[in-house]
């Protein structure tokens, strides 16, 4: 893929492999961002590596139902789910400007106990 006119390559794999490849037996926290292919990761982590994560946090783009379907993955695998649409905020002094349009939602969930 280019980016920035530059061609870079990379080995993808999924998160199941890079667990078992480092022996991680415990995620307390996953964070994903990776523009739009998150619900892809997901489904990359295999039936019996859900227990490893305690919380899992990313950002959905909502087209094609994919954040209805994210939410629905991660409560089936025993999360509590909660969502909050991105919102045009002030930083320090500069508006990051999010039109709501554009159906950008934070997701974070959270292993039930």
């Known amino acids: 893929e280019s980016h920035g006119g530059k061609e870079c390559r990379g080995e993808i794999r999924r998160l199941s492999r890079v667990l078992r490849e480092h022996r991680i037996s415990r995620v307390q926290l996953l964070k994903i961002d990776v523009e739009g292919d998150e619900l892809l990761v997901l489904l990359g982590i295999e039936d019996e590596d859900w227990h490893i994560f305690q919380q899992v946090v990313l950002e959905v783009h909502d087209v094609e139902?994919?954040?209805a379907r994210v939410r629905?993955?991660?409560?089936?695998r025993g999360f509590k789910v909660t969502v909050e649409q991105?919102?045009?905020?002030w930083d320090d002094g500069a508006l990051l400007l999010v039109p709501l349009e554009l159906r950008l939602f934070?997701?974070?969930a959270v292993r039930a106990k």
């Not at 629905?72 to 089936?76: G, I, S, T, V």
């Not at 991105?86 to 905020?89: I, L, M, V």
Request: hydrophobic share 35%; aromatic share 6%; net charge positive.
């Open 65 to 67: 139902h994919r954040l």
């Open 72 to 76: 629905a993955l991660l409560e089936r």
């Open 106 to 108: 934070y997701v974070h």
């Open 86 to 89: 991105q919102k045009s905020e």
